[in-house]
């Protein structure tokens, strides 16, 4: 695919609304697929084989829809997502804060020592330890549990590294004047540093919302029974079950998109102003 | 002294809940794992001690060797496309950024990040499969006669990247946008009054000024291109043949169809050194602690 | 017929007993309806966990058994857990090692040399012998499923049911080629003809030899074709290759020749959409088609492989019912004893798991019941193929400890010689050289 090479200071002299134009025209070709999928799920079987391929629905059916909600456990995949999810970004938070606090507004021997070895796991990603996460939770009994698929996700550097960041900025002066007032660091913390990192908290929980909620590989492995899938996983097992029928994949696939749809298209403004939060300086 | 020691104690206290998830999850698996690659293991548990036989094994499987080729291309190929195709479009968004229509056009550039991979592969599995996918269908309609995508040696690879670029570009192309806010308007203006053509501009000052921002999702990328799975998985299985089963997927059949825990976890642990490799290259190129 | 009966007491009831109970009853009875819930949890039920490793058709039908399971035995209950197909083994084992094994469990019969080791042996438990406490007898068994279920001398199998490949084919495809409907072809000749005849009068795919064409499919495809020479994939003793000769060419040859050669279909397709569509002649796949082909309303027929060697052949294998190893203070001797009974209740309505499953139970009595007999899956489809397997024409797949690798090791190469990027002669010796590398290892 060929790298376009487009030069937008020139703007000016391509003409804007032509610009706008070739890039509207790009969005929708971009979001066709998702579109594609939408209607493959909603098309009855013999409409979705046939040639040539009809864009609008010519008889739309809910019989796929229906074939999964009936015959597998879609909602509780559903439940069970958000429960891994949630679970992995409460507690993430929760421990997250006050980590990084020790790191950026406290001065201790050792500290920046530490926390650099636990950045420069920061890009190991939880893939590698499939193998011994197996034999752990297999030991420990939890294997086909929620907490066997969360607990792994939870001392992820990525929190401690983004709260930090946002913590160094903040004035130390605000520090200092609570503690002449004879605040503990943690009421500080409460007090005075929670309040104000509302950005970074909103950016980081829907950084480990969005990462637990798509975790895939070490799911599939913790994961043996169809009731205690999350979504992914059970999208998979409906393509091991179903690899020949398309509208009941596709009619699932769409049912997992949707919730996700409309949460986008509700906060939008925050879900981008939180992402691109952490790309700012 | 004893406020020494309640120092001690605080600052234990405020770091402990994640160090002792960090250290339960993160680092003793590493540790675990390495311990385990030392032994072959028998299905229902039992061990036998064969020290560095299991990492021989890779080294003389010429599957594990396609398994790391295949990785690498996947690599080569997507992270460019990923990169590239978010930083063209963070600068067509960027140009369109006093229009209103633009936050929608990033809105839809952005969305696919949001789908969970069997989402996505599934998706493009249909998209290009052999006898119905409509890109196969349009490609066949302007006259080209397209090869099938996900059952060519030459082009499995290429196809799972490129779905992944769809799938994973407009996260990047967020961060680049960023990055293009933050240079300030004066250097726009200094250029623009200057009369310096676009090229001149985007070459001399834009490109320099993203370069942290690139880098970092250069790194990133290439991380997660590593251990890239749910795609292969879903779309090609690893097929045809092996020509698209990349390290992930051999670790998790060696684990999990033949049982052959040990060499598994040997995988896991070449998986680790080739990243952590990587990780501490790229933060003396980043800079990393002169961040701190 | 379950074992309440046989747990009701045989003694006659004394008058004390009878006040005695009597009284319990009414003070349960008093304790309210609304606490009945908590009253039914008081009696002993034992669950037992089932795991299985079905899916879509079969495991629709398997809910349909465990249902009614549920709803006729008062003291047991099935809990049903349907695994992935995969990973199943690898997750039996993980189970039976964490002490955390299900009750039940499936086996095929072609897995029994790795998986035995996870596996309970029936006759020699610490319960005693679990077949005769079940009632579970050779004669009542399709005999050589029932044979295969042993090893080393101790039995850990009770055959389910025995699946294989056969021929479907669409009947109003046929017509338009010119061919009779009604008389699909059996000897290799007519075979050909008949593909030919589809291909060039209907303008659609004459043939897929293979399900969906995925790896394991197309290496089974070239299996039969090899078996049907009289070939097998390892020398007796299981130490080397040996299918890289003369049969194992000419199989793998003819396999590719139908696509490339004489353009019956083309590679990479999916022959369960082609057919469901009706763009497809003949189609070889398993008896577990029947529910889709119904559902895609296609007139479709069904019939034994052709005779493409010398000997007819087809590819097939067998579910069996297990019982995983146990720790004592998980499952005590009685748990055993109602998994044992448990499993013969299944086998004992398995004529279901025949109907709406699409395969043969090999329980006897269950594959002449009635309701399967008049059943249409019957009518159209598995009587065919219990003639395949009374005839002896069904090869189960390798059994070998490293089965799983050996396959795997095949797989690739037999695909990419059907995908027509290799020689069969290249694919083989690859092949050759990789299992060897595996058996050695």
Redesign the interface.
């Known amino acids: 695919m060929a790298r376009l090479r487009v030069v937008p200071v020139t703007a000016a002299r391509l003409g804007p609304r032509l610009l706008v134009a070739v890039v509207a025209a790009l969005a929708l070709l971009w979001v066709a697929p998702i579109a594609w999928m939408f209607t493959t799920g909603i098309k009855p079987?013999?409409e979705i084989?046939a040639l040539p391929p009809t864009w609008i629905p010519q008889r739309p059916t809910l019989d796929h829809v229906h074939e999964v909600l009936s015959?597998w456990p879609f909602l509780r995949w559903t439940l069970n997502s958000v429960v891994v999810a949630g679970a992995t970004t409460v507690l993430s938070v929760l421990v997250s804060v006050p980590a990084a606090y020790a790191f950026s507004r406290l001065r201790w021997r050792g500290r920046d020592a530490i926390f650099l070895v636990f950045l420069s796991s920061m890009l190991i990603p939880l893939e590698v330890n499939v193998i011994p996460l197996?034999f752990l939770m297999?030991?420990l009994?939890l294997?086909n549990t929620y907490p066997a698929v969360f607990l792994p996700m939870i001392g992820m550097p990525i929190g401690i590294f983004l709260l930090r960041q946002f913590y160094i900025n903040i004035p130390g002066e605000l520090d200092d004047a609570a503690r002449v007032d004879g605040c503990g660091n943690l009421r500080i913390l409460w007090h005075v540093i929670l309040p104000l990192s509302r950005p970074a908290l909103a950016a980081l929980v829907i950084y480990m919302f969005t990462f637990a909620w798509n975790e895939f590989f070490w799911s599939m492995?913790a994961l043996?029974?169809?009731?205690m899938f999350t979504l992914p996983i059970g999208l998979r097992?409906l393509q091991?079950?179903?690899?020949?029928d398309y509208g009941v994949l596709m009619a699932g696939a769409a049912m997992a998109v949707l919730p996700t749809l409309m949460l986008f298209l509700f906060l939008r403004g925050s879900i981008i102003r939180g992402i691109t939060m952490t790309a700012h300086k | 002294m004893r406020r020494r020691y309640g120092r001690i104690v605080e600052i234990a206290l405020f770091i402990l809940p994640f160090a002792a998830f960090w250290i339960l999850f993160r680092l003793g698996p590493v540790l675990y794992g390495f311990f385990i690659s030392l032994y072959r293991w028998d299905?229902?548990?039992d061990a036998k001690f064969i020290g560095a036989r299991n990492y021989l094994?890779l080294a003389?499987d010429p599957?594990f060797w396609n398994a790391l080729v295949n990785t690498l291309e996947f690599a080569a190929i997507a992270i460019p496309l990923i990169v590239g195709i978010g930083l063209v479009l963070a600068l067509f968004i960027f140009a369109g950024r006093k229009r209103r229509v633009t936050t929608w056009l990033e809105a839809g550039f952005f969305f696919p990040y949001l789908l969970t991979v069997s989402v996505v592969g599934l998706i493009w599995r249909w998209l290009l499969?052999?006898?119905?996918g409509i890109v196969l269908i349009a490609l066949r309609d302007m006259g080209i006669d397209p090869p099938?995508f996900?059952?060519e040696?030459r082009w499995a690879i290429p196809a799972i990247a490129l779905a992944t670029a769809w799938w994973l570009a407009g996260y990047r192309m967020l961060l680049f946008r960023a990055a293009l806010e933050d240079i300030p308007d004066e250097f726009y203006e200094a250029a623009r009054i200057d009369g310096a053509s676009g090229a001149l501009v985007f070459f001399s000052i834009v490109l320099p000024l993203l370069r942290p921002a690139i880098l970092f999702a250069l790194v990133l990328t290439t991380i997660s291109g590593f251990i890239v799975f749910g795609q292969v998985l879903i779309m090609t299985?690893g097929?045809?043949?092996?020509a698209s089963e990349v390290l992930a997927l051999y670790l998790y059949?060696f684990?999990?169809?033949?049982?052959e825990m040990g060499q598994a976890a040997a995988v896991g642990m070449v998986l680790f050194l080739i990243i952590l490799g990587m990780t501490l290259v790229s933060f003396r190129w980043l800079g990393f602690e002169s961040s701190l | 017929m379950g074992w309440r009966e046989e747990s009701a007491h045989s003694t006659p009831v004394s008058r004390r007993t009878f006040l005695k109970t009597t009284a319990a009853a009414a003070a349960v009875a008093a304790v309210g309806a609304a606490r009945i819930p908590s009253v039914m949890a008081q009696e002993r039920v034992t669950t037992l966990d089932y795991?299985t490793l079905f899916?879509?058709g079969d495991?629709?039908a398997m809910e349909r058994i465990v249902r009614l399971f549920n709803t006729e035995n008062r003291a047991v209950r099935l809990n049903l857990?349907?695994?992935?197909?995969?990973?199943y083994?690898?997750?039996l084992?993980?189970?039976?090692?964490?002490g955390?094994a299900p009750h039940i469990g499936i086996c095929h019969s072609s897995r029994v040399m790795d998986v035995y080791?996870?596996l309970t042996p029936l006759e020699e438990s610490r319960a005693g012998n679990l077949l005769d406490a079940a009632g579970i007898r050779a004669p009542q068994y399709t005999k050589s499923v029932w044979d295969a279920g042993v090893f080393e001398g101790k039995r850990y199998l009770v055959p389910l049911d025995t699946h294989m490949w056969g021929l479907w084919y669409n009947k109003d495809l046929f017509r338009r080629a010119g061919l009779d409907p009604d008389k699909p072809p059996e000897s290799r000749e007519d075979f050909e003809r008949a593909a030919d005849a589809i291909k060039t009068r209907t303008g659609q795919f004459a043939f897929h030899p293979a399900e969906?064409a995925?790896?394991r499919k197309l290496r089974r495809a070239w299996e039969m074709l090899f078996w049907g020479g009289g070939g097998s994939l390892l020398t007796p003793d299981g130490k080397r290759a040996a299918f890289n000769d003369e049969r194992g060419m000419r199989a793998l040859d003819y396999l590719v020749g139908m696509i490339h050669r004489r353009g019956w279909n083309?590679?990479?397709?999916?022959g369960?959409?082609?057919f469901?569509?009706g763009q497809l002649g003949m189609l070889i796949a398993g008896n577990w088609y029947f529910p889709?082909a119904k559902a895609?309303?296609v007139n479709f027929g069904f019939h034994y492989v052709p005779k493409f060697f010398e000997k007819p052949t087809t590819w097939g294998d067998s579910h069996n019912l297990v019982i995983p190893r146990q720790r004592p203070e998980r499952a005590s001797d009685d748990v055993l004893v109602a998994a044992a009974r448990a499993i013969k209740w299944i086998n004992e309505r398995s004529s279901i798991w025949g109907i709406y499953g699409g395969h043969i139970p090999a329980f006897l009595p269950a594959q002449r019941a009635k309701d399967l007999q008049d059943s249409e899956t019957w009518q159209i489809a598995l009587s065919k193929f219990a003639y395949m397997a009374n005839q002896g024409w069904l090869h189960y797949p390798l059994v070998h400890p490293l089965a799983?690798?050996v396959h795997?090791a095949i797989e690739?190469?037999i695909?990419?010689a059907y995908?027509g990027?290799l020689t069969p002669r290249d694919a083989l010796t690859r092949a050759e050289a990789?299992v060897n590398r595996v058996l050695t290892?």
């Open positions: 079987a013999p084989f015959r197996y297999n030991r009994h294997l492995i043996s029974s169809p009731q097992a091991g079950a179903y690899d020949i | 299905p229902l548990g094994n003389r599957r499969d052999p006898d119905f099938v996900l059952n040696p299985a097929g045809p043949g092996r059949r684990g999990f169809e033949y049982l | 795991y899916h879509s495991a629709a857990l349907q695994g992935q197909w995969a990973e083994y690898a997750q084992f993980a189970a039976v090692g964490s955390n080791r996870a969906d995925l790896p083309a590679p990479g397709t999916d369960f959409k082609q469901a569509a889709t895609a309303g799983p690798r795997a690739p190469h695909q990419e995908n990027r990789e290892g």
